[in-house]
C-alpha cells in the first residue's frame, strides 16, 4: 500500500498535477506607506501591516488550489503607528466574501464592534484604539482567538485585500478643514495675481 501511495505522489509530480502552493503574496497594491509583511500558508492568508499614517494599503493575492480545498482562513497583526486614535478598521475584497468573522484581539483592552456585509467589514472600537490589534489568531495563542474565513473563492482568482485605519471623527473634521483652508488660500492666491 505504502509502494502505490508513493507511485501516485510520483506520478502526480511528473505529470505537474503536484499539490499547489499557498496563496501567492503578490505584494502591495498601488502605492502606500504601510508596511507590509506576509506570513500566508496553505489555507491561510496571514500578514503584518504597520501603518505610520492615517492610510489604506491594498494586498494581492493569487489564490491556489490549496486554499480552496479545505477552505480559507484569514489573520492579520494590525498595528497603530501613528500616535493617533482610530476609530475603526475596514476590510474591502476584490472579490469571495467575508463567510464568519473571528475574533478580534485589541492590545489593551476595550470593547471592539464587528460588522460585514459580503465583501466588506468594519472593526469599530471604543475607546479609541491607539496600538495593536490582532484579527483573528494570527500568533497562534489559542484561548479562544478564531480566524475569520473568506468563502466564494476559485484557484487561480486574483485577491486584493484593501485595509483602511479610519481616525476618530474630530481626527477627520480636523484633517477635512485643513485641506478647505489650503485651498480657500490657493484660490486667494490666484485671485490676486490676476
Known amino acids: 500500500m505504502k509502494k502505490q501511495l508513493l507511485s501516485l505522489a510520483a506520478a502526480l509530480a511528473l505529470a505537474g498535477l503536484a499539490p499547489a502552493h499557498a496563496a501567492d503574496f503578490n505584494g502591495v497594491v498601488g502605492s502606500s506607506p504601510a508596511t507590509v509583511v506576509d506570513y500566508s500558508t496553505d489555507g491561510l492568508i496571514s500578514f503584518d501591516i504597520d501603518f505610520p499614517s492615517l492610510t489604506s ?3 494581492g493575492y493569487t489564490i491556489s488550489a490549496a486554499d480552496v480545498l479545505g477552505g480559507l482562513s484569514f489573520n492579520a497583526v494590525l498595528r497603530n503607528l ?3 486614535g ?3 478598521y475596514t476590510f474591502s ?5 467575508f463567510g464568519e468573522l473571528g475574533t478580534v484581539t ?5 470593547s471592539s464592534g464587528i460588522a460585514f456585509n459580503g465583501a466588506n467589514a468594519t472593526v469599530s472600537f471604543s475607546p479609541l484604539e491607539f496600538l495593536d490589534v490582532e484579527i483573528g489568531d494570527p500568533l497562534a495563542q489559542g484561548g479562544g482567538r478564531v480566524n ?3 468563502a466564494g473563492l476559485n ?8 485595509v483602511t485605519a479610519v481616525p476618530e471623527p474630530e481626527t477627520f473634521a480636523l484633517l ?3 485641506l478647505g483652508l489650503v485651498g480657500w488660500a490657493t484660490r486667494r492666491r490666484r485671485h490676486q495675481q490676476a
Do not use: K, M, P, V
Request: aromatic residues 6%.
Open 155 to 162: 484557484a487561480g482568482d486574483t485577491l486584493n485585500i484593501t
Open 93 to 97: 475584497l476584490s472579490s469571495g466574501l
Open 57 to 59: 494599503a491594498t494586498l
Open 176 to 178: 477635512l478643514s485643513g
Open 82 to 84: 501613528t500616535g493617533e
Open 86 to 88: 482610530l476609530d475603526q
Open 148 to 150: 475569520w474565513l473568506l
Open 106 to 110: 485589541r492590545q489593551f483592552g476595550g
